[in-house]
């Protein structure tokens, strides 16, 4: 239990399609001045070292954020911007800390991570005293106690590293119990593409709960039918009303610069809708 470590993956193409998205939700939300919870069931470490001895082994950044031609990605402007101080310092931010740099005065987060080193980097790169919580506590349990927050405003990434199988189940439990406490949150659940037929699966499963208005992202990198992780993707319960077309606006270009033989693969469905 508790093996996954990010450190083997930061900055690879998962991460880009998540952060991303994770960033253009950050934005939408502070649109308006009211502030907002974030909530990171699954917050990982924060920063990463890309040249670390467990970053190198995989080298997974090489062929994601590393690989980027940002200059001829028009859309990834503001992403860029986020990381490009890290990157040039070989490092890359997690999702607690894109966050977390971007918190407005009355915004606040609230970390999740369980495994007893990451929790203490998590501290050190993150933890601020009544504006970011770490918490060394199981987050899919945690993130019903938070919701709804005070401030009546939610945005909610649950990043499983799936190493239980029964993730893929349990991660729709989650997301239908949280709607169900509050329905206007915002949900972002990341998934990786190794077998397409868990994916589909967990398509059927959201169809066939409670929730409305979910939303899948996927970008894919390398043949279906290849081994590993071939694609990830997103499911946005609530997503802005803006991002279907700003991701199909941008992501063929990202798809294909990050794809094994420069083949363009994405998808855009509405599993619910509204
Ligand atoms: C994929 S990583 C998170 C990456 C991070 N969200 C990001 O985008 O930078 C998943 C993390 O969840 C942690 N974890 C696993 N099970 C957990 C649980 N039940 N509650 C909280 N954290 C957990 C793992 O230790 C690992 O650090």
Known sequence: MFSYQHHYHAGNHADVLKHWLLLAC????????????????????????????????????????????????????????QVADDIDARCYPGSPLLVKRLLRSGDKAWLFEMHPQIIEELRQNCEQRRVCHVRREDGFKALSALLPPASHRALVLIDPSYEVKSDYQTVVKVMANAYQKMPQAMLLLWYPVVDRQRVRQLEKDFANSKIRNVHLFEMGVAQPDGAGMTASGMVVVNPPWTLADEFARTIPGVSAQLSNDHQTRWRHRVLVAQ
């Open 26 to 81: 950050v934005r939408y939300l502070q649109l308006k001045e009211k502030p907002f919870d974030y909530i990171d069931t699954h917050a990982g470490a924060g920063l990463y070292r890309l040249d670390s001895a467990m970053a190198r082994k995989t080298a997974e950044s090489d062929d994601g954020i590393l690989k980027l031609d940002w200059f001829r990605l028009p859309g990834l402007e503001d992403y860029h911007r």
